[in-house]
């Protein structure tokens, strides 16, 4: 892990609760349309008889999240996503991090998927909605659940030429960025570093020869593939944070890809094999807690380390927190980023 270049991000969006969500019923209608050739227009409408106070940040509300909240096809084969994951508070969140939707209401947003996905072949592509939002009831900024919004599918007929000069142009404008870990951030992002170390070598011995019992409570089995994957996860992860200067990924403390909104604590581009610290980072986390999954630096670096390519990339699957964990499948938690930061966690805390 280099102070240069990278963007790690979980897009931690809410104390998720265990919840099936491709079954769920939801007040949330979700319409796609193209607008010209990459945009789309993301049409959200509340058919429910109450008022909704939506969680926006990474979601359609999201303007640096929405393309993430999207899946796209070619001929049956997802592409791969090419842009960036958040992790964000899930406690303490303030009135701007909502938006209210009125009963009957519909609000839109637009988004390029050009810019984050490969369509440069052109064609025929299917866009399809993914995820889930959160929200709070009235007068409270606490988490209280999620709705799906998946499913909704519109076809769009790309120009190959075009969508590769947006994402040329997207990405492009990023390329010249400085080092800029120093003083306080630097000593707090290096102590971080060596403590998400620590937890993963400790993760990995608990993974490869610890509790049975432990290990099925977050992974859902303790078989010797899941042993050997989990172990092999943690191992790279140890070796990433093993050095500040070198290793697969390059680490900001700034804002390099003007996506720290409210309530970002980090986020990582995979593809691009770089992760960012926002502020929040930095002044609501504390460098390692004992508090049975709670959320500090190194956890936080830990999780967003397994996104990279290089050691896992895995995935979010919009669920957070120690319930959400608990109500994904085995194979889900095998690819799921805050599975591994709860379990190092645990381990860590003697949860």
Do not use: W
Not at 140 to 154: C, E
């Amino acid at each position: 892990m280099k102070f240069t270049a990278g963007i790690s991000l979980l897009a931690a969006l809410a104390s998720a609760v265990s919840v099936d969500l491709a079954k769920r019923d939801t007040p949330l209608d979700v319409k796609l349309e193209m607008i010209g050739n990459t945009a789309v227009k993301a049409s959200i409408t509340n058919t429910g008889a109450s008022d909704l106070k939506v969680f926006k940040t990474g979601t359609f509300l999201d303007e640096n999240a929405a393309t993430e909240k999207v899946a796209i096809y070619q001929g049956g084969n997802k592409l791969q996503f090419d842009g960036i994951k958040l992790r964000v508070m899930t406690t303490g969140l303030g009135e701007e991090a909502f938006q209210t939707i009125a009963a009957g209401e519909t609000v839109t947003a637009t988004f390029d998927v050009g810019q984050v996905y490969d369509l440069s072949a052109g064609g025929d592509y299917d866009v399809v909605s993914a995820g889930a939002m959160s929200y709070a009831e009235a007068n409270t900024t606490d988490i209280a659940g999620v709705f799906p919004v998946s499913g909704s599918t519109v076809t769009a007929k790309v120009d190959g030429v075009a969508a590769k000069e947006v994402r040329r142009r997207f990405h492009a404008k990023r390329i010249d960025v400085q080092s800029d870990c120093t003083g306080t951030k630097l000593s707090q992002t290096n102590t971080a570093i060596n403590n998400c170390r620590s937890l993963a070598s400790a993760a990995q011995t608990a993974a490869s020869s610890g509790s049975a019992t432990k290990l099925s409570e977050y992974f859902k089995s303790s078989s010797s593939s899941v042993r050997s994957t989990v172990a092999g996860v943690f191992q790279k992860v140890a070796s990433e944070c093993g050095s500040t200067s070198s290793g697969v990924s390059d680490l900001y403390c700034s804002d390099v890809y003007a996506s720290c909104s409210s309530g970002v604590l980090a986020y990582t581009s995979p593809s691009q094999s770089l992760m960012v610290n926002c502020n929040l980072y930095y002044t609501a986390l504390s460098p390692l807690t004992r508090t049975c999954h709670g959320q500090d630096q190194a956890t936080s670096t830990l999780h967003e380390s397994t996104h990279l390519t290089q050691i896992k990339g895995t995935d979010d699957y919009m669920t957070y927190g120690y319930e959400g964990v608990r109500g994904l499948s085995g194979a889900q938690n095998l690819n799921h980023a805050d599975t591994y930061a709860l379990f190092a966690n645990a381990i860590y805390v003697g949860c």
